[in-house]
């Protein structure tokens, strides 16, 4: 073996325990995680036509979640921009994208609502949000049932109309999908899905046991 091998050898022998790889998201105890909800706020359903006009996020740590933390962003009106100019980045929105890193992103229907940001994004040149996002109906209808109302999001959706928001904007519906997903990390811990793994595995055998 060269000198210069053996040096090397050596040297990664000690750096390497310092850089033990960190445990994947999904192996990691739901205790352990940190959550955001999301939602957007669109001109229509019309994923070719239609688009992003406000973006919210509310974070969700250790099973809290606090009205100061609320992140909204509005976009910029695609019709209203010069062709060829490029708008400044909201500052709100580089918030949101921090506040989504490293953090187990939870929303209703992930893929339009991913799909219609990206593609919002795109149009505005500015940085594309995260794809790796959860669906918080498919979460609880594995931790949930017909008899538990707390799991269900329509019951936390009509408690909101009590707050004085306004129905189906995003405000609205993060707050009520934290108040869901509250409700199903209490129920999991009580079935003994400790881990996100845990819940996928739950999640894939509901899905595939589910009658056409």
């Known amino acids: 073996m060269k000198i210069s091998s053996w040096i090397r050898r050596q040297i990664q022998d000690q750096i390497r325990p310092r850089l033990a790889p960190t445990p994947p998201t999904d192996a990691l105890q739901l205790s352990e ?4 909800l999301v939602d957007v706020d669109l001109t229509g359903t019309d994923a070719k036509q239609d688009t992003v006009v406000g973006f ?3 974070p969700l740590i250790d099973g809290r979640f606090r009205l100061d933390d609320l992140h909204y962003c509005r976009f910029p009106d695609p019709l209203s921009i010069a062709a060829g100019h490029k708008p400044p980045v909201d500052a709100e929105y580089r918030k949101i994208l921090d506040l989504l890193t490293g953090r187990t992103v939870f929303t209703l229907n992930p893929r339009f609502v991913g799909h219609m940001l990206a593609q919002s994004a795109a149009r505005l040149q500015w940085p594309a949000p995260p794809k790796k996002w959860r669906d918080l109906s498919a979460a609880a209808r594995v931790i949930g049932n017909d008899q538990i109302v707390f799991t269900d999001s329509a019951y936390w959706q009509d408690k909101m109309k009590t707050g004085g928001r306004q129905e189906h904007d995003a405000v609205y519906d993060v707050f009520a ?3 869901l ?4 990390l209490a129920y999991a811990e009580a ?3 400790d881990s996100m793994a845990a819940l996928l595995r739950n999640q894939n055998a509901e899905t595939w046991l589910r009658p056409y």
Request: charged fraction near 5%; charge should be negative; aromatic fraction near 6%.
């Open 181 to 184: 997903l509250q409700a199903l």
């Open 33 to 36: 995680l940190e959550f955001v």
């Open 56 to 58: 919210a996020a509310l």
């Open 191 to 193: 079935m003994g899905i």
């Open 177 to 179: 999908m934290a108040q």
